[in-house]
């Protein structure tokens, strides 16, 4: 015969599981509205004081939150209808207090999508023409590092400043690096992993590599 109070030590546990499967979701229900309400309220949109920081802040665009890094907001000109994907790098100059940085540094055209882990490093100029679109953790500068001084860490070396710019309607793919004295036309692909190095790019054409080369014209 089985112990009389077998019954109830059995019950127990599964009253104590059951607790605990519905505390966890509780939790993490409430977790997931609490993240989603932070980002809401955290994002820059026009209107905000964040925003009114900026240059120019365009009808529609917002910035997720959180960004990975943001300064120099006022050199900072962002049009209309574009959108800055979480962890996002956007910045002008070298600190928040340099004198020297032009007025419009960085420059987001309308309707452009930057990517999640994206950097848009500008220390002169770095202009972006309208609906371009960024994929994840591109990076694009328009300063690199210099290296002639050989008794000077790399890192203390600032290298030459040379704009960057990126024509309209054209498309970075995922872990691109954009540098320095880049120019790329209108309607360009730069493939996924593509190093863009100082010069022209004409328009209407799919590049790739490191450092990439025209692989295809689409005109």
Not at 56 to 72: N, V
Not at 144 to 161: A, E, S, T, W
Not at 173 to 202: D, F, K, T, W
């Amino acid at each position: 015969m089985a112990p009389p109070l077998l019954g109830t030590v059995r019950c127990r546990p599964m009253a104590e599981r059951s607790w605990r499967w519905w505390g966890r979701r509780v939790a993490n229900d409430l977790v997931h509205r609490g993240w989603y309400q932070l980002r809401n309220f955290g994002a820059i949109a026009p209107g905000t004081r964040a925003a009114d920081r900026f240059g120019a802040f365009g009808a529609g665009s917002i910035i997720a939150f959180p960004p990975a890094s943001l300064y120099g907001e006022r050199h900072i000109h962002i049009g209309a209808g574009t959108m800055v994907a979480p962890w996002a790098t956007l910045a002008a100059g070298y600190s928040t207090d340099q004198p020297d940085v032009p007025e419009r540094a960085l420059v987001l055209g309308d309707r452009c999508v930057v990517g999640i882990r994206t950097g848009l490093v500008a220390h002169e100029s770095i202009v972006v023409g309208d609906d371009v679109w960024f994929g994840q953790d591109v990076f694009v500068t328009d300063s690199n590092h210099g290296f002639d001084d050989l008794d000077v860490p790399i890192g203390r070396q600032v290298g030459k400043h040379e704009p960057v710019t990126i024509g309209a309607g054209s498309w970075i793919g995922h872990g691109a690096v954009i540098l320095p004295g880049a120019e790329i036309g209108r309607g360009v692909v730069v493939a996924a992993g593509s190093v863009v190095r100082g010069g022209r790019i004409p328009d209407h054409c799919v590049v790739a590599g490191v450092p990439a080369k025209i692989v295809r014209r689409l005109s």
